[in-house]
């Protein structure tokens, strides 16, 4: 008789799965807070700790780090030495191993000091799985819940451990269960590495393990092939409706939700609602909640009054739950939006959106898990090679006030979220902002002086096409955010000019102080942050 090694933290569908191997004949090993759960559900089984003779050690940090487990795991049956030696341990043959790890990344992320995280690093799991995976010919390895309905499905057409069946099928769990370890494996490095003042980026390798690749109709341009590669399984980017995905469309899905989220996750209880709508990886307009009594649809239109004719096909990110308000609006208006982003979608703005057939409907957990990436750390790749940084994380900057009239608490907030969207858009570039939203974006410039006079042509341009929407964008009373310093006080002085009040950049130039005059002399506030955030 076969023995089943049940020993999870993700507990979904355990009991139901347990009984189930029971009924295909199978005896059930188990140990700590599984064993408890299955018991409960009067489903019998052996305590590890009763298998092996040895109970658990060192406040449970050992418990099936035992000979008897691991020989069982990975005996190869086919081998008469291995069968003899487990005969002789009065052992039997563990034919499936089902096992999830401690949430490392939740418990490193709960503001817990080094040892007390290390408490969460799992090694009888990953040593289980590993064992297991090595030995696909002879036991199958399952770390995620949702395969057990298939591992049930294969198991009663009555394949044995040993045969070519078993293995073709038991390999692909293999794959998987390397991959999850490995990223396991990544994460604790980059907690490590980044619990250190040196470098949150090993300069020395970096190991990635990508899932099944999703391929694309081409690349940037139609002679191009392209697929994406996913980091994690939840990253499917498959639409609620709509026809799938492009490359473009993928960049800049990704770069309407990291705008998005500056302001807080979908889950993030203390979130400021935010509209982003990117076009071509910048954003064309962004506008966050400035009251509680403020609706989505008006948050949405002030994102969009910012630039409604690059918006023409762009991607809207919305880290909330997109409401029949702002799907009514977009039907009405005829607005062309190739993809919509936001945590979930009311049904009624599904039905109000449904004409729209190849408008996709994108959920938030399939963009983005977590503020950070995957691998902790940014890949870009080059002709020769790939570049590896650290995140470019805004965090709390201590803003410094270096003229002498400082900004409203108002203004103030403006500045902040006006610098957030800067750097999330290409440099040079220069963000316009008033009343938590952007008036105008000046991006991509190979000189900053240039962004003044591009911002300034396109709130022309969006106030001719604004007319009944909204009442016309001005710059008077605006806040402007850089993305580095000024080496000239020449767009302070013409950003004065055109009714700017306050303005936020990192410092650090040598000629710092010829803005400062500039700004005193003109009555304009000004902060520095002391962190650039170019984005090339």
Not at 197 to 216: A, F, H, M, R, W
Not at 261 to 276: H, I, Q, R, W
Not at 284 to 303: D, I, P, Y
Request: charged share 20%; glycine share 8%; aromatic share 8%.
């Amino acid at each position: 008789m076969s023995y089943a090694l049940l020993s999870v933290t993700d507990k979904t569908g355990i009991a139901p799965f347990a009984k189930e191997l029971v009924s295909l004949g199978f005896k059930i090993l188990s140990t700590g807070g599984t064993a408890k759960a299955l018991e409960e559900a009067g489903i019998e089984i052996t305590r590890v700790s009763d298998y092996t003779g040895s109970p658990e050690i060192l406040g449970g940090r050992v418990k099936t780090l035992h000979p008897k487990i691991h020989a069982s795991i990975l005996c190869d049956h086919s081998d008469s030495k291995h069968s003899k030696v487990l005969a002789n341990m009065q052992a039997g043959a563990i034919s499936l191993v089902a096992c999830n790890l401690y949430d490392f990344s939740k418990a490193a992320k709960a503001g817990q000091t080094l040892d007390e995280a290390m408490e969460s690093i799992d090694i009888g799991g990953p040593t289980m799985l590993r064992a297991s995976a090595k030995n696909f010919r002879h036991c199958l390895s399952i770390i995620d819940p949702s395969d057990y309905s298939k591992v049930l499905e294969f198991l009663g057409k009555g394949s044995k451990p040993g045969s070519d069946a078993w293995a073709d099928h038991a390999k692909t769990y293999s794959a998987k269960v390397f991959g999850a370890v490995a990223l396991y494996d990544q994460s604790i490095a980059s907690y490590f590495a980044g619990s250190t003042p040196k470098t949150s980026v090993n300069v020395n390798s970096i190991k990635i393990k990508l899932c099944d690749s999703q391929p694309l109709r081409y690349g940037e341009n139609p002679a191009q092939e392209a697929a994406f590669f996913p980091l994690t399984s939840q990253a499917t980017f498959t639409p609620l409706q709509g026809k799938a995905l492009s490359y473009n469309n993928l960049l800049d899905v990704d770069a309407a939700a990291q705008i998005a989220s500056e302001f807080g996750g979908p889950s993030d209880p203390d979130k400021n609602l935010c509209v982003a709508i990117v076009k071509h990886n910048n954003p064309c307009g962004a506008a966050v909640q400035t009251s509680s009594g403020e609706s989505l649809l008006e948050v949405f239109k002030r994102a969009y009054a910012c630039d409604p004719i690059s918006s023409f096909g762009g991607i809207v990110a919305i880290n909330g739950v997109l409401d029949v308000e702002v799907a009514r609006f977009i039907r009405q208006e005829k607005l062309f939006v190739e993809c919509i982003v936001a945590e979930s979608f009311d049904k009624d703005a599904l039905d109000e959106l449904s004409v729209r057939k190849n408008l996709r409907l994108l959920p938030w957990s399939q963009v983005r898990a977590n503020s950070s990436p995957a691998l902790g750390s940014e890949i870009r790749s080059l002709h020769s090679g790939f570049l590896v940084q650290g995140w470019d994380s805004y965090g709390s900057p201590k803003l410094e006030k270096v003229t002498a009239t400082a900004p409203s608490d108002r203004e103030m907030q403006d500045l902040v979220f006006a610098a957030k969207i800067a750097k999330c858009t290409k440099s040079n570039t220069l963000i316009y902002a008033k009343n938590g939203a952007t008036i105008a974006i000046g991006a991509g410039q190979m000189s900053r002086i240039d962004c003044v006079g591009l911002a300034e042509q396109k709130l022309k341009n969006s106030n001719k096409k604004n007319t009944h929407l909204t009442k016309p964008l001005s710059f008077e009373g605006a806040v402007l955010a850089s993305d580095a310093f000024f080496p000239f006080p020449d767009v302070a002085e013409e950003s004065a000019a055109l009714g700017v009040k306050a303005i936020i950049q990192p410092g650090g130039s040598k000629n710092d102080q010829l803005s400062v005059e500039a700004c005193d002399r003109l009555g304009v506030s000004m902060v520095v942050s002391g962190q650039r955030h170019f984005r090339h």
